[in-house]
C-alpha cells in the first residue's frame, strides 16, 4: 500500500495521466484527511477551483491543493512528535496511563478526522495548516467558552456522529465536532442545553 508521500509524488509526476494524478490526490486523504475523508475533499476543491467530480483538473490547481494538505500535515506531524515526548517523559515518570485529555490523540491516530466535520459540505474556509495550529494552540492552553477554530460560541450537542465519540459539541459556524478539552463544562452544558454541576446545585 502506498504511503502519503509516494501518492504525493504521483500526484506531481507531470507524465502521469490526470485522472491518475486526481485518484492519487485522493488516496492521500486516506492517509491524512483532517475534517474526514469527504468534507477534507470539499475544502480543497473549493479552496482551489477544482470541480469535485472533474476527472481531469488543472494540474496547477491539483498541485496547490496537494501543497495545503501538505503543510496541513507537517503541523500534525510536528503536533505528534511532540506528544510523543511528553508521553515518554510522562511514562518515565510514572503515568503510564494516558490522561482523559489525550483521549482526543487516540481518536484522531494518523490524523484524520482531526477536526471532523459533521456535514461534509459545511467545514472552516481558512488553510487546513492555519486551522490546525488553532486547534492545536487551543488543546495546549485552559479550556473556554468558544470554537477555537472560528472563534464561534455557538455549539451544538449532536447525539448522532458519524465516529467516535459518536456524540459531542459541533460548532454551528464552521462545522467541526469541538474536542471537549478545550471547552469548559459551563460551555458543554450550555450545548447541551443544561447547566453545570455546580450551577445546578447552587439553585
Known sequence: ??????????????????????????KCLERFAPYGHRATWDHLCARHGI????RAPDPV????????????????????????????????DGLRRPGTFDDWHRRTWGGNGVAPC?????HPTAPLAEVLGRLIAALGSEPGAACPVCAGTGIAWRQDL???PWSGP??????????????????????????????????
Open 1 to 26: 500500500m502506498a504511503g502519503f508521500r509516494s501518492l504525493a509524488r504521483q500526484v506531481r509526476d507531470q507524465r502521469g495521466d490526470l485522472a491518475l494524478r486526481r485518484y492519487s490526490l485522493r
Open 61 to 92: 490547481r491539483l498541485i496547490r491543493a496537494l501543497e495545503e494538505l501538505e503543510d496541513a500535515r507537517a503541523v500534525w506531524l510536528a503536533y505528534e512528535t511532540g506528544f510523543a515526548e511528553r508521553r515518554r517523559r510522562e511514562k518515565h
Open 162 to 164: 458519524d465516529r467516535e
Open 170 to 203: 459541533v460548532c454551528t459556524g464552521c462545522g467541526i465536532v469541538v474536542p471537549r478539552p478545550v471547552l469548559t463544562e459551563r460551555a458543554l452544558a450550555k450545548a447541551r442545553g443544561g447547566r453545570t454541576r455546580k450551577l445546578a446545585s447552587a439553585a
Open 51 to 54: 470541480e469535485p467530480e472533474d
Open 118 to 122: 459533521d456535514d461534509p459540505e459545511i
